[in-house]
């Protein structure tokens, strides 16, 4: 069975962005006979042509959490013959999980009759992966930016209320649940206070006044 239109080069264009990579299938309804191109094989961790799609082996790649939600899906696209378009997570022929977009429509005879669902699988797993990476770096930074803003306001409560380490932090956790400022703002607001004056005496008073001052309010 041949899946026709829409082309390979509409496939390609759709991967090009971001190099994702996008098979082919088609279904028909009467018969349940599956059509996929090689990539679609290949997503589904297969040779082209290893193994007869079917919808038995399709729901079986299906992640169990998602595999009721796909069905359901389905079922309603060979109902209302609308469009369709779908998230969902696979498993692949190597047992490697998959993150994949299944997107579709009904193709229909001379008569108007719905024979067929038709459309695309995009293998999103790199670009989930990529974004995961990315905002894992980003948290990564955050928190040391975190740190620094802290350590430096630990080390201003330190000098000036001359006590140690641990009681600097216990001093700046204090004020910052009294004030309810978040640690790192209520850290960042005393350094940018003495770097703003380097020339004012750095005290308990000025460093204590600076800790205990409220939010300004918003209006």
């Known amino acids: ?9 509409l496939e390609n264009s759709i991967a090009m962005g971001d190099r994702t990579p996008a098979g082919r299938y088609a279904v028909e309804l009467a018969t349940e006979e599956w059509w996929w191109s090689d990539d679609t094989y290949r ?11 079917t919808t038995a082996l399709v729901l079986a790649h299906k992640h169990p959490d998602d595999r009721h939600r796909v069905v359901g899906l389905f079922d309603d696209a060979q109902r209302t013959g609308e469009p369709f378009s779908t998230v969902h997570r696979i ?17 229909h005879d001379a008569h108007g009759a719905m024979t067929k669902l038709a459309g695309y699988v995009l293998d999103l797993t790199g670009s989930v992966d990529r974004l995961a990476a990315e905002r894992a770096d980003s948290s990564i930074r955050a928190a040391a930016r975190s740190r620094r803003d802290i350590e430096q306001a630990k080390l ?3 000098l000036a209320l001359e ?4 009681e600097a932090f216990s001093v700046l956790r204090h004020h910052s ?21 380097p020339d004012r005496p750095f005290e308990a008073s000025r460093v204590l006044a600076v800790l205990e001052a409220p939010t300004p309010a918003l209006h």
């Open 1 to 9: 069975m041949k899946a026709g239109p829409p082309t390979k080069a």
């Open 43 to 53: 997503i589904h961790g297969f040779e082209p042509g290893e193994v007869r799609p």
């Open 91 to 107: 498993v692949d022929a190597h047992g490697a999980p998959r993150v994949v977009s299944v997107v579709g429509e009904a193709r």
């Open 156 to 158: 201003l409560v330190t």
């Open 163 to 166: 006590v140690d380490d641990d």
């Open 177 to 197: 649940n009294t004030t309810n400022v978040p640690l790192r703002a209520l850290s960042q607001r005393l350094v940018r206070e003495v770097v703003s004056a």
